[in-house]
């Protein structure tokens, strides 16, 4: 399974970035996105599954939104509305059609003025 991430930057508050991600090596059942900040542990922030059911984290309700294109394997996380708080590593997550879940390597979001 190989993941590429792109997106991601520096944003000032209340701005918006989008995050994609581009999969291969398996079919995936559930694509989305994790993120990890300075002193915290890895937390989910957005899901979606090959039926196109999504799940998000309650910060970020109302202000993230997430897509997918089951044909290419891509997932997407269009973020608005960002805060100082949204700054993290944010983590290409799938999981395989074995069960197998798969982080990518991550990619830096920072909002700051």
């Known amino acids: 399974v190989q993941l590429q991430a792109s997106g991601g930057g520096l944003v000032q508050p209340g701005g918006s970035l989008r995050l994609s991600c581009a999969a291969s090596g398996s079919i995936f059942t559930t694509m989305g996105w994790f993120r990890q900040a300075p002193g915290k542990q890895r937390e989910l922030v957005a899901t979606v599954t090959i039926g196109g059911s999504s799940k998000f984290a309650d910060s970020v309700k109302g202000r993230f939104t997430t897509s997918r294109d089951n044909a290419k394997n891509t997932v997407s996380l269009q973020m608005s509305s960002l805060k100082a708080e949204d700054t993290a590593v944010y983590y290409c997550?799938?999981?395989?059609?074995?069960?197998?879940?798969?982080w990518g390597q991550g990619t830096q979001v920072t909002v700051s003025s």
């Open positions: 997550y799938v999981v395989t059609v074995w069960g197998g879940e798969v």
